[in-house]
């Protein structure tokens, strides 16, 4: 496998850090931005249309969860079986900016902030 990069564009819209992810690692998948199979995804429809890099840029939703898209009976399900907090990726990318949150995922080798 190859080394976790520090790259703001393999932030997820969702706020998961593809650069730390198994399938990304092992070149099986190009991340989230750049997956055209993931055209079933509700939130990156959400964000290309809106024109944002990630949740975190949307001035609708304070809190993710509220969002109907974000927070959907598959994103829930996605993230009990992850143990992933993307809600948490929400706050923090907000918090410190993409580059920081890239870098202090990558740093940690994380996929997401855990529960």
């Not at 944002?52 to 969002?67: F, G, L, Q």
């Not at 898209?69 to 829930?76: A, E, P, Q, W, Y």
Request: glycine share 6%; aromatic share 8%.
């Amino acid at each position: 496998m190859k080394p976790v990069p520090v790259d703001k564009s393999l932030v997820a819209y969702c706020g998961l850090y593809c650069g730390a992810c198994r399938g990304y690692l092992k070149d099986k998948c190009p991340g989230c931005p750049g997956n055209e199979q993931s055209s079933w995804c509700k939130i990156r429809e959400c964000c290309s249309e809106n024109g944002y890099t990630t949740c975190a840029d949307c001035k609708e939703y304070v809190d993710p969860h509220e969002c109907k898209k974000f927070h959907n009976l598959i994103s829930r399900i996605v993230g009990f079986v992850l143990s992933s907090d993307r809600r948490a990726c929400i706050y923090r990318i907000r918090e410190i900016g993409i580059e920081k949150f890239a870098k202090e995922m990558a740093e940690n080798e994380r996929q997401t902030i855990p529960r």
